[in-house]
């Protein structure tokens, strides 16, 4: 039986979804979690194209990722996922990934619920009438804030957007995002563990823009990277061992 609660469904890593690490391709695993908070409002009767008909899409504004060791091939998934409140206009689900039974990767995501025709954010009331999130505050140890962008990083190339990497919501869809950051890590940081991955969603990018992308490594051994279109800031992200 389906809750409110907990929503839970289990998926096996395919060949295709592996990449070049022999490891989960960080967008496939953006992508799960995409599609299990999918399935859990399709099961409760309010999927994609119900909210749509009623004037709400959802756009990504935060995933924060905790890992333990990423999925491998033929890898038997478990994903738990639990709606758990808001702060201010964002709405909160967290996931929890398990492997034979050993949590391996936490995700929480951020949302904002938006018109589908101009974007506008609606006030959270409009969606809390489904009665599907809390009406309450999520605690201040589990909130993710926006990252900070630093000063000075160099720029390291360009990422156009391509018809391919749009979703139903017409723009780059959020999980091409985690490729994006793959793309331009540094290799010596791709061939190691990441432990803590945030991707901060600040505006769409849309078909035919480009994304200048400006990266450079933290303190601690991390690595920052951003994207700008023409209309400014679209994204940060920031990945750990």
């Known amino acids: ?45 309010i999927g994609y194209e119900r909210l749509k008909a009623d004037g709400i899409v959802f756009l990504m504004t935060n995933y924060r990722l905790l890992i333990k060791r990423l999925p491998v091939h033929n890898d038997v998934l478990t994903i738990k996922t639990h709606p758990r409140g ?7 689900r967290d996931f929890v990934v398990y492997a034979d039974g050993e949590e391996i990767a936490r995700i929480m995501q951020t949302s904002v619920s938006a018109n589908p025709d101009t974007h506008k954010i609606l006030r959270p009331k409009v969606f809390l009438a489904y009665n599907i999130f809390q009406d309450a505050k999520v605690p201040p140890e589990d909130r993710v804030d926006r990252l900070t962008v630093p000063e000075g990083l160099p720029l390291l190339g360009e990422r156009p957007i391509y018809y391919s990497d749009l979703d139903f919501n017409h723009h780059l869809n959020n999980a091409v995002y985690g490729d994006v950051l793959m793309d331009f890590l540094p290799a010596e940081m791709r061939r190691q563990p990441l432990r803590k991955i945030q991707i901060s969603y600040i505006s769409e990018s849309n078909l ?10 933290t303190e601690g051994g991390g690595f920052f990277l951003y994207g700008d279109h023409e209309r400014g800031l679209s994204f940060s992200a920031k990945a750990e061992p």
């Open 1 to 45: 039986m389906v809750t409110v609660e907990e929503f839970s469904r289990t998926v096996q890593v395919a060949s295709y979804e592996v990449g070049a690490n022999e490891k989960i391709k960080l967008s496939v695993l953006l992508r799960m979690a995409q599609e299990t908070s999918e399935q859990h409002l399709g099961e409760l009767g």
């Open 86 to 92: 808001t702060v201010g206009v964002q709405f909160y």
């Open 208 to 217: 035919g823009e480009t994304l200048k992308i400006y990266g450079g490594p």
